[in-house]
């Protein structure tokens, strides 16, 4: 029983830890930040994202570089380096 519930909670890490990159700004304007990704950039445009723990979308995917847009945006300089994860769903209800 001990051994399921570790590995199920190392599961659960590993799933979650998977989604997380790190990436370089490139450019700050009008609330959107453009970051590169390297190889990591695989999210598609519309993505909900948490770019350095605050909710944004991806608005624009030009190969490495994403464009995303989070309040948090303008507080960023190029050349910051950023950590971008996969947003969790919303909760729905019945």
């Known amino acids: ?10 599961s659960i890490f590993a799933a979650t830890a998977a989604f997380a990159a790190e990436g370089k ?4 304007a009008d609330g959107a930040a453009v970051v590169d ?3 990591d950039a695989k999210f598609k445009s519309g993505a909900k ?3 350095n723990g ?10 490495a570089k994403l464009t ?8 960023l300089k190029a050349g ?3 950590k971008v994860d996969k947003a969790a769903a919303a909760l729905q209800g019945c």
Not at 1 to 10: C, E, P, R, V
Not at 25 to 28: A, K, N
């Open 54 to 63: 605050k909710t944004g979308k991806v608005t624009a995917v030009d190969g």
């Open 68 to 75: 995303i847009q989070a309040p948090n945006a303008g507080d």
């Open 1 to 10: 029983m001990k051994k399921i519930i570790t590995l199920l909670a190392l």
């Open 37 to 39: 990704m390297g190889a």
């Open 80 to 82: 910051d380096t950023v």
């Open 49 to 51: 994202v948490k770019l």
């Open 25 to 28: 700004v490139v450019s700050v």
